[in-house]
C-alpha cells in the first residue's frame, strides 16, 4: 500500500468518524482548505504592501525598519508553511480530490516559504552579523551590498510566489467546489 493510500483511508475513516459525530457541516468541509489560504494570503498582502513600506516611512532609521520586517517576516513565512499543509490536510478530509492546480500552488506556497526561512533568512542575517557598518553606509559597488541586495531580492520574490501559489489553489479550490 502506497504512503497516498493509507493517508486516503486515514483521511476516509476520519470523514466518516465526523460524519456520524457529526462534528463539520458537510457544506463546509470543502470551504475551510480555501478559507486558511485566504487568511494567510490577507496577512502576507498586508505585510507585502502596508507593513513594510510604512516602518520605512515613519520609523526614524531604515536600521530599524528593517529589524521590524526581520522580525515579522518569519511569522509570515512559517505561518505560510503551516497554511499550505493545513490545506492540503483539511482538503483530504473533506474527500476532496486537489486539482493539479491546487497541488501545485500549495507546493509553491510551501517550498517558497520554506526556502525563504530555512535558506534565505539565514543568510541575511548572518550578513547583516557581519557588516562592519550600516548597509547604506556601504558604498552600492560593495560586495556585502550587492550580496545583500541580492538576497533582499530573492526574499522578495519567493514571497511573491508563495502569495501566488496559495491565489492559485484558492481560486482552483473554490472553482472545483463550484463544479461540484
Known amino acids: 500500500m502506497t504512503a497516498g493510500a493509507v493517508a486516503a483511508a486515514a483521511a476516509r475513516r476520519v470523514r466518516e468518524r465526523d460524519d456520524r459525530d457529526g462534528r463539520t457541516p458537510a457544506p463546509m468541509r470543502g470551504a475551510l482548505a480555501p478559507i486558511v489560504l485566504a487568511i494567510w494570503l490577507g ?3 498586508l505585510m507585502a504592501t ?3 513600506q510604512a516602518a ?3 520609523l526614524p532609521t531604515r536600521q530599524l525598519a528593517g529589524a521590524l ?6 511569522v509570515v513565512f512559517v505561518s505560510g508553511i503551516v497554511a499550505g ?3 492540503h490536510v ?3 478530509r473533506a474527500g476532496t480530490r486537489p486539482t493539479w492546480v491546487a497541488r501545485l500552488g500549495g507546493l509553491a506556497l510551501v517550498g517558497a516559504c520554506l526556502v525563504a526561512q530555512a535558506i534565505v533568512a539565514p543568510k541575511i542575517e548572518s550578513l547583516r552579523a557581519s557588516l562592519p557598518a550600516v548597509i547604506e553606509e ?3 559597488s560593495d560586495p556585502q551590498r550587492q550580496t545583500f541586495g541580492r538576497l533582499h531580492g530573492i526574499s522578495v520574490a519567493l514571497l511573491g510566489l508563495a502569495m ?4 492559485a489553489t484558492i481560486v482552483s479550490s473554490l472553482r472545483a467546489r463550484h463544479r461540484t
Request: no cysteine.
Open 43 to 45: 496577512a502576507a498582502l
Open 50 to 52: 502596508t507593513v513594510g
Open 56 to 58: 520605512f516611512a515613519v
Open 69 to 74: 520586517v526581520g522580525r515579522i517576516l518569519p
Open 85 to 87: 499543509v493545513l490545506a
Open 90 to 92: 483539511l482538503s483530504l
Open 138 to 140: 556601504l558604498p552600492a
Open 164 to 167: 501566488l501559489g496559495a491565489t
